[in-house]
């Protein structure tokens, strides 16, 4: 599976400038994503009021209250997976020369499985996380004056393929929320921001090993031609959420500090995006809030925090917890509307890097979105006016287990 092992340079996604403030080493500053995702689990929906086209600022803040503590997900069924049309296979882009091939090699890499785990109720893996493997944001490769859906999962362009590529291209983000269970309601929404800053990063971080140009535009990414040869990129490390078949929990021994100085160095600075990391269990450095004086037993209280008993998910046991929360009023008033889904895409896009930069220090970062989120921010601290956007809990992997690699053989190391 083609992942990152380093952070990008400059901001990730959203439209969110970089910030004033201290960074995630200091105090200020979707279950497992596509493993078993413990986004809420199903437990009542309010009414659905997205801040998309044509919705007001007032719109957006109310949707982020809702998404707020005391949201209810009610049980519901889940959609049956609606085919694609016939299509073509990406390996047709090469026809174009190098951009095409690189284009080829960007789509596969990053938005189509990875892997398949037999053991693992929620399949298949890419190369970034979806809450429940559902996997709500499709990818739709604009060229010469048309729209071609990619079909993931046969790898191929959803009608053909273009018959010129220039340059430049655009690849579209179309979200899906209908995917998830109807009991979700229009917290599906929250985790289709996630999902979309996770996949823009994902996307713009590979672009660039593969020798390509790449850039957050609107709802998606214009990618163009650079330095690329159309060859595979470098191996890297696989992204993972962790194992746990039988219930999750991290290595007891104690994490290198290397570990948490890779953590460290992937956070960025955003505006209106706050970050505190928890340290457990990691050689030479005291328990609690990475940065501040003297121990304290914070893992702990943030696994009180989780939705689900440890025998699921053993949060205590994690080595790293990062929490983001934002302030919404103030994204919607600078950025109008889209302020608040933003702020929810730039928490996707530093989950993203951070879970690649976990990977290559050889940890599991597992992003949660099924917590109690008043208590956890105030545990954090977090200005009155934030509201909680993330957590993620990483650790180095207590098991491996069996996996179907469904990378390309020409990827392989």
């Given at each position: 599976m083609t992942t990152?092992d380093?952070?990008?340079?400059?901001p990730?996604?959203?439209d969110?400038?970089?910030?004033e403030?201290?960074t995630?080493?200091g105090a200020?500053?979707?279950?497992?994503?596509d493993?078993?995702?413990?986004?809420?689990e199903?437990t009542?929906?309010?009414p659905?009021v997205?801040?998309?086209?044509?919705s007001?600022?007032a719109?957006?803040l109310a949707?982020a209250y809702?998404h707020?503590?005391g949201?209810l997900?009610?049980?519901?069924?889940t959609?049956?997976?609606?085919?694609?049309?016939?299509?073509?296979?990406?390996g047709?882009l090469a026809?174009?020369?190098?951009f095409?091939?690189?284009l080829a090699?960007?789509l596969?890499?990053?938005?189509t499985?990875?892997?398949?785990?037999?053991w693992n109720p929620y399949?298949?893996?890419r190369?970034y996380?979806s809450?429940?493997?559902t996997f709500a944001?499709?990818?739709?490769?604009?060229?010469?004056?048309r729209s071609?859906?990619?079909d993931?999962?046969?790898?191929a362009?959803v009608g053909g393929?273009?018959?010129?590529?220039?340059?430049s291209v655009?690849?579209?983000?179309?979200?899906?929320?209908?995917r998830?269970s109807?009991?979700y309601?229009?917290f599906a929404?929250?985790?289709v921001?996630?999902?979309?800053g996770?996949l823009?990063a994902?996307?713009?971080d590979?672009a660039?090993?593969?020798?390509l140009?790449?850039?957050?535009?609107?709802?998606?990414l214009v990618?163009s031609?650079h330095?690329e040869t159309?060859?595979?990129?470098?191996?890297?490390s696989?992204r993972?959420?962790?194992y746990g078949p039988r219930?999750f929990?991290?290595?007891?021994?104690?994490?290198?500090a290397?570990?948490?100085?890779a953590?460290v160095?992937?956070?960025?600075r955003?505006?209106h995006?706050r970050h505190?990391l928890?340290?457990?269990?990691?050689e030479g450095?005291p328990?609690?809030w990475?940065g501040?004086a003297g121990a304290?037993?914070v893992m702990a209280?943030?696994?009180d925090?989780?939705?689900?008993?440890?025998?699921?998910l053993d949060?205590?046991?994690a080595?790293?917890?990062?929490?983001l929360?934002?302030d919404p009023?103030?994204?919607?008033?600078?950025a109008?509307p889209d302020?608040y889904?933003?702020l929810?895409?730039?928490?996707?896009?530093v989950?993203?890097?951070v879970?690649?930069?976990?990977a290559g220090?050889?940890?599991f970062c597992r992003?949660?979105?099924?917590l109690?989120d008043?208590?956890?921010?105030?545990?954090a601290g977090?200005?009155?006016?934030?509201?909680?956007l993330?957590?993620?809990?990483?650790?180095?992997?207590?098991?491996t287990g069996?996996?179907?690699?469904?990378?390309?053989l020409?990827?392989?190391?």
């Amino acid at each position: 599976m083609t992942t990152a092992d380093t952070p990008a340079e400059g901001p990730p996604t959203a439209d969110l400038p970089t910030a004033e403030g201290p960074t995630a080493a200091g105090a200020e500053g979707p279950t497992a994503a596509d493993e078993p995702t413990a986004a809420d689990e199903p437990t009542a929906a309010a009414p659905a009021v997205a801040a998309g086209a044509g919705s007001t600022a007032a719109d957006a803040l109310a949707a982020a209250y809702r998404h707020g503590p005391g949201r209810l997900v009610t049980d519901g069924p889940t959609p049956e997976p609606r085919p694609f049309g016939p299509g073509v296979a990406l390996g047709e882009l090469a026809r174009h020369g190098a951009f095409g091939a690189a284009l080829a090699h960007l789509l596969v890499d990053v938005a189509t499985p990875q892997r398949w785990e037999p053991w693992n109720p929620y399949n298949d893996h890419r190369a970034y996380p979806s809450a429940r493997s559902t996997f709500a944001v499709d990818v739709a490769l604009v060229a010469d004056g048309r729209s071609w859906p990619l079909d993931p999962v046969r790898r191929a362009l959803v009608g053909g393929v273009p018959e010129r590529l220039g340059t430049s291209v655009r690849l579209d983000l179309v979200r899906r929320p209908e995917r998830f269970s109807a009991g979700y309601g229009e917290f599906a929404d929250v985790l289709v921001e996630l999902e979309a800053g996770h996949l823009s990063a994902a996307l713009e971080d590979h672009a660039r090993r593969l020798g390509l140009r790449a850039g957050i535009n609107g709802d998606g990414l214009v990618v163009s031609s650079h330095r690329e040869t159309g060859r595979p990129a470098p191996h890297t490390s696989a992204r993972s959420s962790g194992y746990g078949p039988r219930g999750f929990s991290a290595d007891p021994r104690p994490l290198p500090a290397s570990a948490l100085h890779a953590v460290v160095a992937a956070v960025p600075r955003l505006r209106h995006l706050r970050h505190r990391l928890a340290v457990h269990n990691v050689e030479g450095v005291p328990d609690g809030w990475h940065g501040d004086a003297g121990a304290s037993p914070v893992m702990a209280r943030i696994a009180d925090t989780f939705r689900h008993p440890p025998s699921v998910l053993d949060v205590g046991s994690a080595n790293l917890a990062l929490v983001l929360t934002g302030d919404p009023a103030a994204a919607v008033a600078e950025a109008g509307p889209d302020g608040y889904r933003a702020l929810l895409r730039a928490a996707g896009a530093v989950a993203q890097r951070v879970g690649e930069a976990a990977a290559g220090a050889g940890l599991f970062c597992r992003p949660l979105r099924s917590l109690h989120d008043e208590h956890l921010e105030a545990l954090a601290g977090a200005p009155a006016g934030h509201t909680l956007l993330y957590l993620l809990v990483a650790g180095r992997p207590r098991a491996t287990g069996f996996t179907y690699d469904l990378t390309p053989l020409e990827a392989r190391p």
